[in-house]
């Protein structure tokens, strides 16, 4: 008797310490996951690190690399044709888009991550002009960049209104890149771009929505965090 007493006891503990595991939304059966895209879609919930809202809206993603944590659509769905891990698991590309068919406007992201690679040697954090001028070319963007200090981080932040034309309908569309290094870690940096189109013939709504995304998209470029790890070898 005394030895089913303490078998049991033995179970309690370690059925409590299984509980109390941090278990991510990939391991969890899609039917206890939040009813909301980014958890529904397989592939989506593979980034994500918990089911709580960071902020109303948003949840918690980590890239597959563990390089950066960002706030991320609760409508958002990553795009696996257009990702990638490249340059011996150095650089990778996270796409992804969130559309509400309601009011027919949608938001295009895309975030590439570096680590390790030569061409970001860069010894004056306030002239990036390499990174930059690709950014430029790949975006066909002319404005400027803002310069957004952060304790951990530099921001280039680049915005501009566009025409932008999908499957035949030109839309009012919005976008916005730039470029992040790191304040704490030479050889870590992040580009992205993100695209707001609407195609409700409301150019009103258009306006309106729009104007709700843009603030959307600031707060998950400025919610992009570094994750710091051991020391490997540059890419030459």
């Known amino acids: 008797m005394k030895q089913t007493i303490i078998g049991l006891f033995c ?24 009813d909301v895209p980014a958890f529904q879609d ?44 490249r340059n011996q698991g150095n650089v990778e590309t996270v796409t992804f888009e969130d559309f509400d068919e309601e009011i027919e406007i949608k938001i295009s992201g895309q975030v590439k991550y570096h680590r390790n690679q030569s061409y970001l040697e ?17 975006n066909g963007y002319e404005g400027d960049f803002e310069k957004r200090e952060r ?9 501009e209104p566009i025409t932008f034309e999908e499957e035949g309908h030109i839309s009012e569309a919005y976008g916005y890149v730039g470029y992040i290094e790191s304040n704490e870690k030479k050889y870590l ?24 995304k843009q603030k959307q998209i600031e707060k998950m470029i400025d ?6 790890q051991e020391e490997v070898d540059r890419d030459e």
Request: with cysteine.
């Open 122 to 138: 860069n010894s004056d954090l306030s002239d990036p002009e390499f990174m930059i001028d690709i950014i430029r070319g790949r």
């Open 151 to 159: 304790a951990d981080k530099v921001i280039y932040y680049g915005e």
């Open 11 to 34: 179970l309690m503990l370690l059925t409590t310490g299984q509980f109390n595991q941090d278990v991510r939304p990939k391991d969890i059966d899609p039917e206890d996951l939040p």
């Open 189 to 212: 940096a992040i580009d992205y771009n993100f695209f707001i189109l609407c195609f409700n013939d409301n150019e009103e709504i258009c306006s309106k929505e729009i104007n709700a």
């Open 42 to 85: 397989e592939a989506t919930r593979e980034f994500l690190v918990s089911t709580e809202e960071v902020e109303p809206g948003f949840y918690l993603m980590e890239s597959r690399l563990e390089g950066y944590q960002m706030l991320f659509p609760a409508g958002g769905r990553y795009l696996q044709d257009i990702s990638s891990i």
């Open 223 to 228: 919610s992009i965090t570094f994750i710091y």
